[in-house]
């Protein structure tokens, strides 16, 4: 197993070799996806402001899709897509959960404790055979809050798992569950409301009924879950901090 050091040494060696543009991947489900802003859709990714924060020399690659857990995006072909296209010192960062969780729907749950945690496994291990850089994300937290007024969380074991894979395997981890959530209570109840999906109606020509959605992001709420993700990744990657916008 490749260690977190071995991984960053690998990434110098490999680009002062070759002095090859970094990509950075990026897998996971609709709170990570690109969105189609034409037709006045406010709905956006926070992996697609990310592009806006790196300056020459590193490239965003979004593979995430909206509705995907780890079991669908890899019955579907979509992680053996992204594999196929890595270059040894590449990034891939994951985030999955939010439908993972629905037990209801067979085609996408996948256990926290089973099948979630080998599914995560598998990313990194396929990662790291192509000398690429796996990074780990906790789910972003739903909007919930209760009668009085406190925030709680709808995750269950889910964020614990990718904090126990990336320990265990050595991989760099961006808590996104943690920070979101810091984020959400630090707004609260009321004005978290402007970080997700809260329309009024006849506000955009294409929610004439509005409508009121605490998982999905705004894009002034993916710009601000992209700040937490690039927080922790000047933090924990140094290798790509230098491509980092002031």
């Not at 969105?35 to 020399?57: A, I, V, Y």
Request: net charge neutral; with cysteine.
């Amino acid at each position: 197993m490749l260690t977190r050091f071995f991984c960053f040494f690998l990434i110098v060696l490999v680009q002062t070799s070759y002095c090859q543009e970094i990509t950075i991947f990026l897998v996971g489900n609709s709170t990570m996806a690109n969105k189609l802003w034409r037709g006045g859709h406010p709905e956006t990714g926070w992996g697609q402001t990310l592009p806006l924060f790196f300056t020459e020399g590193v490239k965003i690659q979004n593979h995430a899709m909206n509705g995907r857990s780890t079991k669908s995006f890899l019955k579907e072909g979509r992680w053996d897509s992204v594999v196929n296209r890595v270059k040894p010192g590449d990034y891939i960062i994951i985030e999955f959960g939010h439908n993972d969780s629905k037990k209801e729907d067979t085609a996408k749950f996948a256990d926290a404790n089973t099948d979630y945690r080998f599914n995560l496994i598998k990313f990194i291990n396929d990662a790291v055979s192509k000398n690429a850089i796996p990074i780990l994300a906790t789910p972003i937290v739903r909007r919930r809050f209760s009668k009085e007024g406190n925030f709680y969380d709808v995750h269950g074991d889910y964020p614990k798992v990718v904090r126990e894979v990336a320990e265990e395997k050595n991989v760099i981890l961006l808590d996104l569950h943690k920070s979101s959530e810091e984020l959400i209570i630090s707004y609260g109840e009321e004005s978290s409301k402007k970080l997700f999906l809260h329309i009024e109606p006849g506000e955009y020509h294409s929610l004439p009924k509005g409508l009121k959605d605490d998982t999905h992001l705004s894009p002034y709420g993916a710009f601000r879950i992209c700040d937490l993700a690039i927080t922790e990744l000047k933090a924990k990657v140094p290798p790509l901090a230098k491509y980092i916008k002031d």
